[in-house]
Every structure is written in structure tokens, then in C-alpha cells.
């Protein structure tokens, strides 16, 4: 797994001290105040370390990985991944359950270690809990150990996570709404562990009812036990709201879950399969293939002045475009998805939106095909593209390419995304017109 290590310096420690919990940060002051809903939310902080420390497919040793957190404007959203790369996590601490100056914009990692999540677990119900997300420089500690300059890993698949998980829950509709009963009541009945299952939920007057085959009005469970991180936060839950793609699903798809709590939400989005990675599903690899690094630099630089915008209205880009400024930013890490606003949001992660075909290595093939002048021209519905002693015919049909002989395409279908081959044919097409 590639690592990119930047090392940040905090001049003070990050630890939970008597009423308060203090964060330092790389950036200058994001938010200082007391959190009106400690227990929702210590538990809820908790669980996106509990995602980020699990590995859903073939168990191994505890990931432990620092969660991110981002300071966007008049909320808190803290985010992980689980450490097999199938479970994306996201607590935001929305303005209500806030009690301070305002929020500033930011995003750092924070570590949430084993001495922290020991002391947040023992909390007393009833004791105040404040938070301070603040300062310029970076010095972490836990109690009395202090760690200076150090190094934060965010593996490159955590960036690609964040692109893909993006793109695929903006395509998501609001399938199901549930109140804290029955949210409560639903929740309980999934497996917390044991071997990974598919599950499809079908939505009805008087809850969720699960069925063996995928119908008309159903959702994909992909992994049950996959939500056991939101098991402890059942006390507090207010509803339960699920998202997933529109249409009737002919195959396992991802889906996301989220549960509303007192100032604020967690949302589990689940890829496909337990054994599929977020990293790894393409999803944005169309869009880049069609997108252009000015627009994104132009994209980027907005954000940066201004994290709140509309983006339709404020870049000026006609929305094919603003697709593609935003893949590439996507690729950065620097775009997230709130399916409860339905509206993208900025993360300050210090990444550059460049090198696109470094984190995608099938839209570096299709380039290296295309400057290799390996596209042949269309006979009837297929293109050949030639890839040294290999020849691979690309069906081609109104809309664009369709399919490919390759092994990738034969062994998933355009599933996790197209080929380096059809992806080249797409370009060269696009290039013509």
C-alpha cells in the first residue's frame, strides 16, 4: 500500500484533559467551544476510530489509522476508512450540537489513540466536554506523552477512497426513512460478525423487511456486520436514513446508512462486497478521462477562497466541466459528498490535484495507448486497439464504447469501471468530435 508521510509540527498535545477534549491542529484556529451533546457525540467519535482500527475482509492486526477531521465552515465532519478499504465513515457535528466561536475551514488528521479512546469511554455521563480545534503548528500528546513532529500517514488509498465515495454517493437517492424505534429495532437484528453476507432490504409501511433477491424498491446490505460500529450509538439514535443508487439493483451495489443523533449524524457508506475496497471501483475514471487540469486548478482556487459556494453559479463552468474539475480534485482528496445536504464540501488536505494518472494507473494506460497511436479506426461496431503482439476489440455503439475482449472488462463488466482500452477509445472519440 503506497504511503504519502507528510510531518506536521503542533506546538501542543492533543488529549482529553478534565472537561475537555484538545485537538491540535496543522492550521489556525478552527473551533474552540463545548460540544452541547457530549455523550451522543463521544460515542460517535468513537465509532469512526472503532472503522478506521477494523478490517471487514480477511481479519488482521488492528489498522489503528488517524481519522481526518474538517473545519468547513459552521460544522465538524470527522472521517475514516476502515482499514480494508470498505466502510467509509463520517461523523458531522452540525451547528446545533456546536457551542463556541465560529467554525472556521480546515482539515487535519487527529489521532485518537488507545489512551484517548479509553478515557472518552469512561467519560461520566453527565460531565461537560468541550473542544478546541485550533492553532498553527503541531506537537501531539496524549496525558503526559507528548509526541514532537510527528508523522502522519494518509495511505494513498484513503485519497482514492475519498474520490470514489464522492462520486458514487452524489449518484445516491433517499431510499428509506426510518424513526428511532424501528431504526433501533432493525439495527439490532443485524449479525455483528461471522461470515460477510448480501442482504437486500425492501422498505415498507411497517419498517424494513429483508428478501433473497434483489425487487423492485430494494436496497443493497452489502456486509451487515458492517455496520456494527453504530451498535453503541443506539441509545442515542433519532432515526435512520438510507441512501443508495435509483433503480432496481441486478447486482450487489453500495449503499450508505445514516443515523441521526442529537447535534449531529454518522453515516456508513459500504462498498459493494466486503472484499472490494473503495480504492478500486473507477468510478471517476470517465470524468477524468474528459476533464481538464485548468478548470480543476480554477475549481481549487475558488474553494480555497471561498469553501461555502455554488459551485453551477460561482465557477462559470458548464456542468460537463464542472464534472471534471471536480474528478480532479476528487483525486486529491480535497471533495467530499453530503448526502444529507445533498452538496459537495471542500477538505484542506495538503495534496495538489495534479499527477491525475499517478492515483489512476488505467487513465495513465489509456494515454500511453493513445500517444502510441494504438486506437484503430471503427470498423462497423468495433474498434481494434492494438497493444503490442495483443489485439482487443472495443464494441461501439451510439453512445460511445460498450465493452471490450480484454480480461479486465470479461472479469467485470464495466463493474469497477472502464478498461485502459475502452478508455482510450472514449478519448479518441471525444477528440474527433
Known sequence: MTTAVHTFRYPRPSALRPHRLDLATQHGPFFDGALRHPGPAAAALLAVADVAAA???????????????????????????????????????LPEGLDGAGTGHGTTNIDIGAPLREALRLRLPDERLTLAVGTDEVEVGLGADTLIERKVPLPQRWLKGFAETQVLTARFDLRAELPAAEAVRFLRTLPTGGRSTVRWILPTAGG??????????????PGPERLAALRPLLRHALGLRIYGPPGT??????????????????????????????????????????SSAADAFELGALLDAEPRTDLTADSGLPPDRLRGALAHL????????????AAHFHRRLPYAAGRVEDANPRLRAARELLAAGAVGPVAGDVRVVAVGDHVHHVRVDADGPVGCTCQWWARHRG?????SHVLAVRMTTEETQ
Not at 446508512?257 to 456508513?268: D, F, Y
Not at 463493474?415 to 478498461?419: N, S, V
Open 330 to 341: 476528487a483525486t486529491a482528496g480535497r471533495i467530499g459528498y453530503d448526502l444529507a445536504d
Open 249 to 290: 439493483p441486478t447486482a450487489p451495489t453500495a449503499s450508505a446508512w445514516e443515523l441521526a443523533l442529537p447535534g449531529g449524524r454518522i453515516t456508513l457508506t459500504l462498498s459493494p462486497d466486503a472484499s472490494r475496497g473503495f480504492s478500486g471501483e473507477g468510478a471517476l475514471l470517465d470524468q477524468l478521462a474528459a
Open 415 to 419: 463493474d469497477r469501471g472502464p478498461c
Open 55 to 93: 478490517r471487514y475482509h480477511r481479519p488482521l492486526a488492528a489498522a489503528s489509522l488517524d481519522p481526518v477531521v474538517t473545519a468547513d465552515g459552521d460544522r465538524l465532519r470527522f472521517e475514516s476508512f476502515s482499514g480494508c478499504g470498505g466502510v467509509h465513515a463520517r461523523l458531522d457535528l
Open 208 to 221: 424494513l423487511r429483508a428478501t433473497s433477491r434483489p425487487a423492485p424498491g430494494t436496497v443493497c446490505l
